[in-house]
T-cell receptor, first 113, second 116 residues
């Protein structure tokens, strides 16, 4: 079945550092890929998505490119801020019939001033 | 309210007791999902409701788990005879019709269940 693997955390960075959170997936066909974020005390919210190979999703300075050849969707940001501290979840959904959103385990990011 | 609302936010119960968790979706959202997140694990799909169609219960882990939803309104997730392995955060999400199969879900803050 479909699955998502993402790097374990926590990831600890200083403000303005470069961020990469790795995500790889296993799926049949051509799934859509997502990054969700959960800020402290809030519900998960969609950060960005990509629906086909080579698409780049971007939002709030974060980017991720759908790489079918490496089955990856790594999250990157050039300069993190303290306010980016949160838990980040990689997810996918298949493209046939009703498909449930399948999540990775989440990666906690801690950014210090 | 503007978002998905879940209650209670925290619940501590004794093993063997029944618990009921509630979810108020965003008004007008036809689809409603329940997920479970155990400590250190990803979100585990439990059940999906879409309008008046039969729910997809394929993720419910045992017959101790059940969920109801009337139309496009509130949903309740019931766990009978709770076990310690039921301890988790239970997340509810909703989406509009256009969001189904696009993966764009709106999540509540979750109900944290601790079974002693």
């Amino acid at each position: 079945g479909n699955s998502v693997t993402q790097m374990e955390g926590p990831v600890t960075l200083s403000e303005e550092a470069f961020l990469t959170i790795n995500c790889t997936y296993t799926a049949t066909g051509y799934p859509s890929l997502f990054w969700y974020v959960q800020y402290p005390g809030e519900g998960l919210q969609l950060l960005l998505k990509a629906t086909k190979a080579d698409d780049k999703g971007s939002n709030k300075g974060f980017e991720a490119t759908y790489r079918k050849e490496t089955t990856s969707f790594h999250l990157e940001k050039g300069s993190v801020q303290v306010s980016d501290s949160a838990v980040y979840f990689c997810a996918l959904i298949g493209n046939t019939g009703f498909q449930k959103l399948v999540f990775g385990t989440g990666t906690r990011l801690l950014v210090s001033p | 309210g503007a978002g998905v609302s879940q209650s209670p936010s925290n619940k501590v119960t004794e093993k063997g007791k029944d618990v009921e968790l509630r979810c108020d979706p965003i008004s007008g959202h036809t689809a409603l999902y329940w997920y479970r997140q155990r400590l250190g694990q990803g979100l585990e799909f439990l059940i999906y409701f879409q309008g008046n169609s039969a729910p997809d219960k394929s993720g419910l882990p045992s017959d101790r788990f059940s969920a109801e939803r009337t139309g496009e309104s509130v949903s309740t997730l019931t766990i009978q005879r709770t076990q310690q392995e039921d301890s988790a955060v239970y997340l509810c999400a909703s989406s509009p019709l256009a969001g189904i199969n696009t993966g764009e879900l709106f999540f509540g803050e979750g109900s944290r269940l601790t079974v002693l």
